[in-house]
């Protein structure tokens, strides 16, 4: 699959991460388009490199969109992390 495709990809896993973990988060709709994007490219590069999956079998093959809302929920576990970390020392 080629990069357009997992940007698609990470589009709606960012909204299907948004869903699983709830909760208000500084940045908005553009962040979590950004971190579902992230998300998406991270959990593509994580199967191959630690499943050593050599390519994902397609667009609509369930392991695709396990492991792109697997990486956008990290992602977006380590933005509320490190920017909530920060917002709330500055209050």
Do not use: E, N, Q
């Amino acid at each position: 699959m080629g990069i357009i495709a997992w940007i698609v990809i990470g589009l709606i896993a960012g909204a299907v991460a948004k869903v699983i973990m709830p909760g208000r988060d500084p940045g908005g709709v553009f962040v979590t388009i950004l971190i579902g994007i992230a998300g998406g490219l991270l959990g593509g590069f994580l199967g191959k490199v630690i499943f050593g999956v050599t390519s994902f079998t397609g667009f609509f093959h369930l392991s695709t969109w396990i492991a792109a809302i697997l990486g956008s929920l990290v992602i977006l576990a380590l933005y509320r992390v490190f920017v909530g970390r920060r917002s709330s020392s500055r209050g």
